[in-house]
C-alpha cells in the first residue's frame, strides 16, 4: 500500500514566525495521520519551546543539515520508500536549489519537490535585491527564467494570492492557474463567541493588539504603530497597545518605547512570544487588531475588529481599511494610510457599529472558509519532473556565496565568532 512522506527542508525552528507556524502546524497533523515527516534540521539549532511538543515526538524524523556556510548543502543519510508519494516543502529560492540534490540522489523514487513562496518580497526570496547594477540585472534573467520553469512545472505554492501577482509582476511571467496553488487552511474557523463580543463592544479599556515577529523593516508598521500610541495615549487615557511577537529587532522597539513618559510605557505590554494554541486568551481582552499576513486572520476569527498593515513600511504605521472590503492587503506592500484616523474612528464609534464590525472581520474568512491540511499532496498532482541545468546551478551556487559574503560583512544579527568555529568544523 502506497505511504506518503513529507520532507521539510526548513533549517532552523527556533523563532516563531507565520512560516514556522505553519510549518509546525503541517508536522502536527501529519504525523496524527501516520504521514512519515523528515525535517531536515540544522546541526546544533534550537526548537523553541512552544514547538518542542511537536518537534521532539518521535515520529518526526530528524537529518542533520550542516551550517557551515563554506559549504553549498550537506546533510545525513536517510531512506526513502520509492513506493510512497514523497513531498519535498522549501520555503526560499536557495533551499529549493538546494534540494533539488535530494531529488537526484533519489530519482527513483519520484520526490515533488515543492517550493513555497511565503512573501511578495524579500531578500531570501527575490534574491536578485541583494546585488545592484549590473549584476542584479542579470542574477534577475537568470531567477525569470528558473522561476518560469518551476510554474511550468507546478514546482510552486504561496501562502496568498499577493504571492502570486508579485511573482508574476516582479519577473514579467504567467503563473498557470495561480489560484489554484494558494495553500488551504489547515483547521476549520470555530464559531464566533458572541457573548465574549458584546461585554468587547463596551470598550471601557480599549486594548489594541498586534502579533508579528520583530523583524524591521519587513515588520516596520510595528514600531510605527507604537509611535502612533504614544500620540494618541493622551487624547485617549483609555488606550493599552499589546505586542506579542519577538524578533531581532526587539532592542530599537525597546529604545523607541523607552523615549516614551512613563504613563504610555506603563500601558505597553510587550509579551514576547506566545504559543499559537494560547493567542486566543489574549484576544478575548483585543478590541482592535492591527497585524499583517496571517495574524490578520488571528485576530479577525475572534471576533476583533482586525486592520492589514502594510508590509515593509518605515516611519509610521500604515494600514489599508476594514474587512472583508481589504482582506487581500495583509500582505502588501502598496503605501496605505497613517493608522491613527482608523484607531479614533473604532474608538469613537457606537456600540451597535462595532459589533457589527468585528462580526464582518470575522465573517470575512468565515464566509470564504477553505480547509485542506491535504494540500501539499493534492495541489501538487500536476507536478512535473525538472532540474536547474549544470551551468545555470553553477551560477545559482556562486551568487549564493556572493550573497554569504554580504550577509557575513553587514548583517548585524550574525554572531560572527561562531560562524568563524563552522568553518572550521566541516560535519
Known amino acids: 500500500m502506497m505511504g506518503k512522506t513529507l520532507i521539510i527542508n526548513y533549517r532552523s525552528l527556533s523563532n516563531v514566525g507565520g512560516i514556522e507556524v505553519f510549518v509546525v502546524n503541517l508536522i502536527d497533523f501529519m504525523i496524527k495521520h501516520n504521514v512519515r515527516v523528515i525535517w531536515l534540521q540544522e546541526r546544533g539549532s534550537s526548537i523553541h519551546n512552544s514547538f518542542k511538543k511537536v518537534l521532539l515526538n518521535e515520529k518526526v524524523e530528524k537529518v542533520e543539515v550542516s551550517n557551515n556556510l563554506l559549504l553549498w548543502f550537506k546533510y545525513g543519510n536517510f531512506n526513502l520508500n520509492k513506493d510512497d508519494e514523497i513531498v519535498l516543502l522549501s520555503f526560499i529560492v536557495m533551499s529549493k536549489l538546494k534540494a533539488e540534490s535530494i531529488v537526484k540522489k533519489y530519482r527513483d523514487c519520484h520526490i515533488k519537490s515543492i517550493y513555497a513562496i511565503p512573501d511578495t518580497k524579500g531578500l531570501s526570496y527575490y534574491i536578485e535585491t541583494n546585488f545592484s547594477g549590473i549584476l542584479r540585472k542579470m542574477v534577475s534573467f537568470l531567477m525569470r527564467d528558473v522561476h518560469n520553469e518551476w510554474q511550468k512545472n507546478a514546482h510552486l505554492l504561496f501562502f496568498a494570492q499577493k504571492q502570486v501577482d508579485a511573482l508574476q509582476d516582479t519577473y514579467g511571467i504567467k503563473i498557470n492557474n495561480g489560484y489554484s496553488k494558494v495553500l488551504k487552511s489547515l483547521f476549520g474557523i470555530p464559531p464566533l463567541d458572541y457573548e465574549i463580543l458584546r461585554k468587547k463592544c463596551k470598550r471601557e479599556k480599549f486594548n489594541i493588539i498586534t502579533i508579528g515577529r520583530l523583524d524591521f523593516p519587513h515588520k516596520g508598521y510595528i514600531l510605527g504603530l507604537v509611535k502612533s500610541f504614544n500620540r494618541l495615549k493622551t487624547k485617549y487615557p483609555q488606550l493599552t497597545l499589546t505586542i506579542i511577537g519577538d524578533g531581532h529587532s526587539r532592542e530599537v522597539l525597546n529604545k523607541e518605547i523607552e523615549s516614551y513618559n512613563q504613563n504610555v510605557r506603563a500601558d505597553i505590554r510587550l509579551l514576547g512570544t506566545i504559543p499559537n494554541n494560547e493567542l486566543s486568551k489574549y484576544l478575548k481582552d483585543a478590541h482592535l487588531n492591527i497585524s499583517v499576513a496571517g495574524c490578520v486572520k488571528v485576530g479577525a476569527v ?110 548585524r544579527g550574525f554572531n560572527r565568532q561562531q560562524i568563524i568555529k563552522n568553518f572550521l568544523n566541516f560535519r
Do not use: H
Open 302 to 411: 475572534c471576533g476583533v475588529v482586525s486592520i492589514p498593515a502594510r508590509n515593509y513600511c518605515t516611519g509610521e504605521c500604515e494600514v489599508y481599511g476594514y474587512l472583508p472590503e481589504n482582506k487581500q492587503m495583509s500582505v502588501s506592500t502598496t503605501p496605505g494610510y497613517a493608522v491613527d484616523s482608523f484607531i479614533e474612528e473604532v474608538v469613537n464609534m457606537s456600540d451597535e457599529e462595532y459589533y457589527a464590525l468585528a462580526v464582518k472581520s470575522y465573517r470575512a474568512y468565515k464566509d470564504n472558509e477553505d480547509v485542506n491540511p491535504w494540500f501539499v499532496f493534492d495541489g501538487t498532482k500536476d507536478y512535473k519532473e525538472f532540474i536547474v541545468p549544470k551551468r545555470k546551478l553553477l551560477l545559482l551556487i556562486i551568487i549564493n556565496y556572493l550573497m554569504k559574503i554580504k550577509y557575513f560583512l553587514t548583517f
